[in-house]
């Protein structure tokens, strides 16, 4: 067990911890550190060998220099001024989702708030914000679960990061125009007790004012009596919610009845991994939505069906007009 007055001080990792956070394999740590005298562990009073925010630093630089056609004997030789100069260029300058997604990760590591901003910014200003989330934030998030799933990142690290992004999004959402037109969909957002995907709601909600169609926004802790008290006025064409968590109190199967039956007669959009833990019945208005692409998938084809109709009734009303002025 490692002191208790030194966790207090700094964070402190295992070489299991280092192989989990940057993908390098424990052996290939040890490699580094007795050949060229790189990630130098520390040591208890006890002997036992721990790592540093300093090392993980470190590590994440040389892995990400590294992969990126620096020789690990030529990194040795580097001061960790000059290894963290070279990382800041590939960072600023290499679109590679790879690099993006390791300078985010160590962006969290050291709640590095202008490190982040700066790669989100430039990402979004190269590919669009839709593009980023997708190519970049999302797999950084998946990434980050594990990490959290394992114990290796605290949680501080996922509450700063977490609410970094939905500052992001929020701004991006606040950029879309609300529509107001008659032809298009109206979706109805929410989330049931004890779910905690807020950052895939709000995606979704961009997405949505992104592509014109009409957005209420219940957000979470939302039981299926308030449901029900928002669905009788707005009478909404799709009510969409994720079920990533177990519901308390509710097989799911039950609480799929349930809520189908209470925004009936909208179509209920589901996703998340509770529909997949256990087989499910989908009630007669309810469509699964498998992930993030099947989504934009299903949304864009939505909009397409939109402008079609739009297209053949406006040849409709030119149509009627001509048949008029022959008569």
Known sequence: ?????????????????????????AHTIRIWEQRYG???PARTDTNIRYYTDENLRMLFN?????????????????????????????????????AQIDA?????????????????????????????????????LDKLNVLWLTNSVSPAHEK??????????????????????????IFLLYLPDDESQELTLLFMHYLLRNRRQRVVYLGYKISLSDLEDACQPLRPDYVFTILQEPIPRHPI????????????????LLTGAQ???????????????????????????????QRNARTNASVGDVQSVAGSEAV
């Open 275 to 305: 529909l997949f833990v256990n087989p499910v019945k989908l009630p007669a208005n309810a469509r699964v939505l498998n992930g993030l692409q099947d989504t934009i998938q299903f949304l864009d084809n939505l909009m397409l069906k």
């Open 38 to 40: 790189m990630v130098k």
């Open 104 to 140: 985010l990760t160590l962006a969290m590591i050291d709640l590095d708030e202008a490190t982040f901003d700066r790669i989100f910014s430039t990402y979004t200003l190269e590919n669009g914000f839709e593009r980023t989330m997708v190519e970049l934030v999302y797999p950084f």
């Open 62 to 98: 040389i892995a990400l220099l590294n992969r990126h056609g620096y020789k690990i004997s030529k990194l040795a030789k580097m001061t960790p001024e000059d290894v963290a100069k070279r990382v800041a260029d590939i960072a600023e300058n290499n679109g590679s989702q790879n």
């Open 160 to 185: 700063f990061i977490g609410h970094l992004i939905r500052r992001k999004l929020m701004y991006a959402i606040d950029k879309e125009p609300a529509v107001t037109s008659r032809d298009a969909a």
């Open 1 to 25: 067990m490692l002191d208790g007055n030194l966790s207090i001080k700094m964070a402190i990792y295992s070489i299991r911890d280092l192989e989990k956070l940057t993908g390098i394999k």
């Open 253 to 268: 199967q039950g609480y799929l009845d349930a809520a189908a039956q209470v925004v009936n007669p909208a179509e209920l």
